[in-house]
């Protein structure tokens, strides 16, 4: 191998290892680990509603998302469509940035880079997001009006949030079971939608974190403190670091999407499958690093990765805490505006 392996190489490779081990089982057990009857509560994106019309659940956690979730706002009286339009320009403003970039060096160097494999990410998530909330709204001008001129789908989210608000959620299950009513356009849509709806929320967790680790460590680690011949601060570079979290964080003011703690295992395995890429194409005789943090060729390197590691849960809990101030805070100042997400 091009790559030289010293022994205290193998406390990084533990180290990922025992990351990404850790991150699958996390997945497995509360994503796909149980299986849920028509009695029991829905914790996983990966376990299906039954097709059956008439479906009694006694409780929708904080991990579930809802069809409706996926392109319906958080903002009473905002239209889907407009959640529809600030992801589809989002993608089209991050891809021309993107393509800028690639001119500028070439693609062989630039997605060296964890910045533009978390640009791309979130690329991808608004790009899905686009195609799904194209289908919700398509959904929601198919779906009869109800009396008040409202559709069945934004009526039920006005319903869950309108009653009342000294009633809290978990007093509202107390009082009895949901009793979910969907017609067949709703459940093809739950069909069709699922999971594509499933990748988009994996794409919105991992961004989440992803995002801020990279904007972190660019702005308070690399600008200030290192020297990288292969970074050169300029204005794309500086937009790229800044429009990635400013387009997220703004897509996060208008959707519905809960953002759980459990799922840090896809933001963990998102920079581990990153970081073994880098090492498997340094064994094929790639020769410099793109960041000196994930050199192997150094003593220091078991605590670079050890703290590299730890660093993504304060990231992730940024984000985690940005969703929570907006779920508590935003109900107090604008209570008859807005919806809060389950």
Same mark, same amino acid.
Do not use: M
């Given at each position: 191998m091009a790559l030289v392996v010293y022994w205290y190489d193998f406390v990084c490779f533990g180290i990922v290892g025992i990351a990404?081990?850790?991150?699958l089982w996390v997945i497995w057990r509360k994503e796909g680990g149980s299986r849920c009857d028509e009695n029991t509560v829905y914790e996983s994106l990966l376990v299906a509603i039954p097709e059956s019309r008439d479906v009694y659940v006694s409780a929708l956690p904080k991990?579930?998302?809802?069809?409706?979730? +996926?392109?319906?706002?958080? @903002?009473?009286?905002?239209?889907?469509?407009w959640l529809l339009a600030t992801r589809f320009v989002s993608f089209l403003i991050m891809a021309g940035f993107l393509t800028c970039d690639i001119l500028d060096w070439n693609a062989e160097s630039v997605f060296m880079f964890y910045t533009e494999w978390t640009f791309a990410l979130v690329m991808v998530y608004f790009a899905l997001g686009t195609i799904v909330s194209g289908y919700g709204c398509w959904l929601s001008s198919q779906t009869p009006l109800s009396e008040n001129g409202t559709s069945e789908f934004?009526?039920?989210d006005l319903e869950e949030s309108g009653t009342t608000n000294s009633i809290s959620?978990?007093?509202?299950? &107390?009082?009895? /079971? *949901?009793?979910?009513?969907?017609?067949? !356009?709703e459940e093809e849509f739950q069909r069709r939608a699922g999971f594509w709806g499933y990748l988009m929320q994996v794409a919105y967790q991992t961004c989440g974190g992803a995002v801020i680790l990279t904007d972190i460590v660019f702005w308070c680690v690399i600008v200030p403190f290192l020297s990288i011949a292969h970074v050169r601060l300029n204005l794309l570079m500086g937009c790229m670091h800044a429009l990635n979290a400013f387009f997220l964080l +703004?897509? /996060?003011?208008?959707?519905?999407?809960?953002?759980? @703690?459990?799922? &840090? !295992?896809?933001? *963990?395995i998102w920079?581990?499958?990153?970081?073994?890429?880098?090492?498997? *194409?340094? !064994?094929?005789?790639? /020769?410099?690093? #793109?960041? #000196?943090? &994930?050199?192997?060729? /150094?003593?220091w390197a078991p605590l670079w990765y050890f703290a590299f590691a730890v660093l993504h849960i304060p990231c992730y809990g940024i984000y985690a805490l940005i969703i929570k101030a907006k779920?508590? *805070?935003?109900?107090? +100042?604008? #209570?008859?505006?807005? &919806?809060?997400?389950?």
């Open positions: 990404f081990c850790g991150s991990g579930h998302v809802s069809t409706s979730q +996926l392109w319906t706002s958080c @903002w009473r009286g905002v239209h889907p469509s934004l009526r039920r959620y978990r007093e509202k299950v &107390i009082e009895g /079971t *949901i009793k979910l009513q969907s017609h067949y !356009a +703004l897509d /996060t003011s208008l959707n519905s999407l809960p953002f759980p @703690w459990f799922r &840090i !295992a896809y933001f *963990i920079s581990c499958v990153y970081v073994v890429f880098q090492w498997v *194409i340094h !064994a094929c005789g790639f /020769t410099w690093w #793109p960041y #000196p943090f &994930i050199e192997l060729d /150094t003593p779920n508590s *805070i935003l109900p107090r +100042l604008f #209570p008859h505006y807005f &919806i809060r997400s389950r």
